[in-house]
């Protein structure tokens, strides 16, 4: 966010404050539970939102070197993204084309080639196919035709987007995606994704959608998180902006109208708030200051009640000293337990009531704006597959 910008959000977060009241929809929404209960809705938001989008699946700097690969399994289609020796960043479908067996179980890693380990079908690190163990055997067959499955990939700010499509058809143009806007927005962060510090993928008991809601509002702030992220930001004030089907959200942290006492040229937005955007359809990403927060949403087979989350730390470099060491262990443990036990805890227990048809809806309002529109754009993007939930204001 260039400065110009971050003049304008600092306007507009005074602004907010001078009114006391926060970014609001016209009026507040009823979204019915079978949005996180329907088998049938989330066939359908597999086949469209978890195949046709082009999603963040990891950054580039993990995979610097030819040979380095990682792995991933998006809304059950296992991954593989590898860096050739050519330099090339590639994404495959992770399944042998023999038997359909799972080619590489590690997480990530470098190699030269990926040896399946159900009959030793061999591919190099470009996809192709280089032997089976009894050409006799499969006599007639052209290895040229039986490279890996490739996914449309491409690098953006940092990130690696795959769009997870084995029928090959093109993928979405990513500037178009984002929108100039974002694009713009995007591009100033991206030095800050060049060092993994830590990620961790974990299995949790609730709908995929419950995961992206967590960071979508900030008024539960000062309630569920009053012992810990509370004390320090100011809650239900919170300018938002859309993009498209992405949009931000802003943590304005209890520093912010101190700030404003100061001269013009001394006050800084990223000093004084976090940036939270939520790129379409399953990414959060958490800017705070000089560091990403990454979180990434998928559903887990046919089950509606589970989901896969993960979470991605990213600084600018490896820490370089002790003391910065020790600063982001405990910046990392601290956002996870955090998360994890309080947010997390209040999805399960929210997955648990709709999952028992209490309540018949939940309501999102009008100072849940981020919400709403999240589910809209879900139900526009599903529109005319399978079943749609309806939305009724309140």
Same mark, same amino acid.
């Given at each position: 966010?260039?400065?110009?910008?971050?003049?304008?959000?600092?306007?507009?977060?005074?602004?907010?404050?001078?009114?006391?009241?926060?970014a609001?929809?016209?009026?507040?929404?009823?979204?019915?539970?079978?949005?996180?209960?329907?088998?049938?809705?989330?066939?359908?938001?597999?086949?469209?939102?978890?195949?046709?989008?082009?999603? !963040?699946?990891g950054?580039?700097?993990?995979?610097?070197?030819?040979?380095?690969?990682?792995?991933?399994? @998006?809304?059950?289609?296992? !991954?593989?993204?590898?860096?050739?020796?050519?330099?090339?960043l590639?994404?495959?479908?992770n399944?042998?084309?023999?038997?359909?067996?799972?080619?590489?179980l590690?997480?990530?890693?470098?190699?030269?080639?990926?040896?399946?380990?159900?009959h030793a079908w061999?591919?190099?690190n470009?996809?192709?196919?280089?032997?089976?163990?009894?050409?006799?055997g499969?006599?007639?067959?052209?290895l040229?035709?039986?490279?890996?499955?490739?996914?449309? /990939?491409?690098?953006?700010h940092?990130?690696?987007w795959?769009?997870?499509?084995?029928?090959?058809e093109? #993928?979405?143009?990513?500037?178009?995606?984002?929108g100039?806007?974002?694009?713009?927005?995007?591009?100033?962060?991206?030095?800050?994704?060049?060092?993994?510090?830590?990620?961790?993928t974990t299995?949790?008991?609730?709908?995929?959608? /419950?995961?992206?809601?967590?960071?979508?509002?900030?008024?539960?702030?000062?309630?569920?998180?009053?012992?810990?992220?509370?004390?320090?930001?100011?809650?239900?004030?919170t300018?938002?902006?859309?993009?498209?089907?992405?949009?931000? /959200?802003?943590v304005?942290?209890?520093?912010?109208?101190?700030?404003?006492?100061?001269?013009?040229?001394?006050?800084?937005?990223?000093?004084?708030? #976090?940036?939270?955007?939520? =790129?379409?359809?399953?990414?959060?990403?958490?800017?705070?200051?000089?560091?990403?927060?990454?979180?990434?949403?998928?559903? @887990?087979?046919?089950?509606?009640?589970i989901?896969?989350?993960?979470i991605? /730390?990213?600084?600018?470099?490896?820490?370089?000293?002790?003391?910065l060491?020790?600063?982001?262990?405990?910046?990392?443990?601290?956002?996870?337990?955090?998360?994890?036990?309080?947010?997390?805890?209040a999805?399960?227990t929210?997955?648990?009531?709709?999952?028992?048809?209490?309540?018949?809806?939940? @309501?999102?309002?009008?100072?849940? =704006?981020?919400l709403?529109?999240f589910?809209?754009?879900?139900?526009?993007?599903?529109m005319?597959v399978?079943?749609?939930?309806?939305?009724?204001?309140?």
């Amino acid at each position: 966010m260039d400065q110009v910008r971050q003049r304008r959000h600092i306007a507009e977060i005074a602004e907010l404050l001078a009114e006391g009241t926060t970014a609001m929809a016209e009026t507040p929404l009823r979204v019915p539970i079978d949005t996180f209960t329907s088998s049938e809705r989330l066939a359908a938001e597999r086949h469209v939102l978890f195949r046709r989008y082009p999603l !963040i699946v990891g950054v580039e700097s993990a995979v610097p070197s030819p040979g380095d690969f990682f792995t991933e399994v @998006v809304a059950g289609l296992p !991954i593989l993204v590898v860096r050739g020796q050519d330099g090339v960043l590639q994404a495959f479908v992770n399944v042998c084309r023999h038997r359909g067996k799972k080619l590489c179980l590690d997480a990530s890693g470098n190699r030269r080639s990926f040896v399946c380990p159900f009959h030793a079908w061999t591919y190099d690190n470009s996809g192709k196919s280089r032997t089976f163990v009894d050409r006799k055997g499969f006599e007639g067959l052209d290895l040229e035709d039986y490279s890996l499955i490739p996914l449309p /990939l491409e690098v953006r700010h940092g990130f690696i987007w795959v769009t997870p499509d084995p029928s090959g058809e093109k #993928a979405m143009d990513l500037s178009e995606f984002l929108g100039p806007s974002l694009d713009a927005e995007l591009v100033t962060f991206e030095p800050h994704t060049k060092y993994v510090y830590n990620s961790e993928t974990t299995q949790v008991n609730f709908n995929w959608k /419950l995961g992206v809601d967590t960071f979508q509002e900030i008024f539960h702030l000062a309630f569920l998180h009053k012992n810990t992220l509370g004390k320090s930001v100011l809650s239900n004030i919170t300018p938002y902006e859309k993009f498209g089907p992405h949009h931000r /959200l802003t943590v304005v942290r209890s520093t912010f109208t101190e700030m404003l006492t100061k001269p013009e040229f001394e006050q800084d937005l990223f000093s004084n708030a #976090a940036l939270v955007y939520t =790129i379409f359809p399953n990414t959060v990403l958490v800017w705070q200051l000089d560091h990403w927060e990454m979180w990434n949403f998928y559903p @887990v087979g046919d089950r509606d009640d589970i989901c896969q989350a993960k979470i991605t /730390l990213l600084l600018d470099k490896a820490p370089d000293t002790e003391r910065l060491a020790r600063r982001w262990e405990k910046n990392w443990e601290l956002t996870r337990r955090t998360v994890y036990t309080e947010d997390f805890e209040a999805g399960v227990t929210i997955q648990s009531s709709i999952t028992a048809g209490v309540p018949s809806h939940l @309501v999102y309002g009008r100072n849940e =704006i981020a919400l709403q529109d999240f589910h809209l754009d879900i139900d526009e993007a599903l529109m005319g597959v399978g079943e749609n939930a309806t939305r009724n204001s309140c």
